[in-house]
C-alpha cells in the first residue's frame, strides 16, 4: 500500500514532474510541511515565506481569503513579487501551490489559469480546483497545465464544519481523478480515502498513487469562528493517512505583524510532528 513507501520511492510511480518533484523535495527536506501564508501585503508574504522556507516542502501562495470576485490578490501584487517567490523557491527548495480553487467552466478556467493578472500557471507548479463542474474542469485546467509540467490537486472533502463535500460527491471526485492521472496529483481531503470513487466493477489499481494534502492542522485550538476545524499532525499523518499538513495560522500567527523567530519555531515543531508521524506510520 501508499502507505508503507517512503515519499522517495513513491516519486517513481509519478509520471508527473509536479508530483515527482514534491514527493522528492518532501524526502530531501524531511518534510511533509506546507505552510499556507494568508497574508494581505508582500513584504510580510515574503519574509514570512523566507522564515519557513527551510523547513517546508511546500508553500501555499494567495489564499482564497484575500479574493475580490474572480481575482485572486495581495493587495500590491506586481511582477516583481512573481520573481522574488520564484528565486526563494529555488533558495529553499519548495514548490508553490496556488490554492487557487478554480470552480468554473473548462472555457472560462483556461483563461482563469492561463492569463488575466495573476498567471497562475505560468508559476505554481500546483494548484487546485473544485470538481463541481465535473470532468470538464480538470480538461481545462490540463490543457493549460500540461505542457508546462504542472499538477492538480481536486478538493474532494473540505475541513469546514458542514462542509457539502462528502458522500457520493468526494467519491466522484476521485472517479474523475482516476481518469485523469496524468495531471490530477491527488486530493484536498482530510482522510486517505483508499478505494474511495471505484464504480461498479472497478477494481483498485495497485499503481495507482494520489498525494493527500490535509488543511485543518494545528497543535493549539481546535476550530476558529469560522468553521475551521483542526486536527493534530499526527491524527493527520497517522491515523487518517495523508501525505501532506498544510498549516497557516498555526505557524505565523495571526496578523500581518510577523514575529520571525516565532514563526521558525512553529515552522520546525510543526515539520516534526508531521515527519514523526510519517515515519512511524512507514514501521507499521
Ligand atoms: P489555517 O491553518 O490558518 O486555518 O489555514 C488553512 C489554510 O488551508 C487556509 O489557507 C485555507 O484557505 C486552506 N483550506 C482549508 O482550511 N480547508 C479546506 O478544506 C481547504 C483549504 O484550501
Not at 33 to 59: H, N, R
Request: with cysteine; proline share 3%; glycine share 8%.
Amino acid at each position: 500500500s501508499v502507505l508503507t513507501r517512503s515519499y522517495g520511492e513513491r516519486a517513481a510511480h509519478h509520471s508527473n514532474p509536479a508530483a515527482k518533484a514534491l514527493l522528492e523535495t518532501m524526502e530531501r527536506k524531511k518534510s511533509n510541511l506546507c505552510v499556507s501564508v494568508d497574508v494581505s501585503k508582500k513584504d510580510s508574504f515574503l519574509s514570512i515565506i523566507d522564515a519557513v522556507g527551510p523547513y517546508a516542502s511546500l508553500i501555499k501562495a494567495f489564499a482564497p481569503r484575500l479574493l475580490l470576485t474572480h481575482v485572486d490578490i495581495i493587495e500590491d501584487f506586481d511582477e516583481e513579487l512573481v520573481k522574488q517567490l520564484l528565486e526563494l523557491s529555488v533558495k529553499h527548495d519548495f514548490l508553490i501551490f496556488e490554492d487557487r480553487k478554480f470552480a468554473d467552466i473548462g472555457n472560462t478556467v483556461v483563461l482563469q489559469y492561463s492569463g488575466g493578472v495573476h498567471r497562475i500557471a505560468s508559476w505554481a507548479h500546483i494548484t487546485n480546483a473544485h470538481p463541481i463542474p465535473g470532468p470538464s474542469i480538470v480538461s481545462g485546467l490540463a490543457s493549460v497545465g500540461l505542457p508546462l509540467g504542472r499538477g492538480l490537486l481536486l478538493l474532494a472533502e473540505m475541513s469546514t464544519q458542514g462542509s457539502l463535500a462528502h458522500g457520493a460527491y468526494t467519491e466522484d471526485a476521485v472517479h474523475i481523478a482516476r481518469t485523469r492521472r496524468d495531471f490530477v496529483i491527488g486530493f484536498i481531503a482530510q482522510r486517505r480515502m483508499e478505494g474511495v470513487g471505484l464504480y461498479a466493477g472497478e477494481a483498485l489499481d495497485e499503481s495507482e498513487d494520489f498525494m493527500i494534502l490535509t488543511p485543518g492542522v494545528g497543535l493549539e485550538v481546535t476550530g476558529d469562528a469560522l468553521g475551521q476545524q483542526y486536527n493534530t499532525p499526527r491524527a493527520v499523518v497517522l491515523e487518517a493517512g495523508c501525505d501532506i499538513i498544510i498549516v497557516g495560522r498555526g505557524i505565523y500567527g495571526k496578523n500581518n505583524a510577523v514575529d520571525i523567530a516565532a514563526t521558525q519555531t512553529s515552522a520546525e515543531r510543526y515539520r516534526k510532528e508531521g515527519w514523526r508521524a510519517y515515519e512511524e506510520r512507514l514501521r507499521r
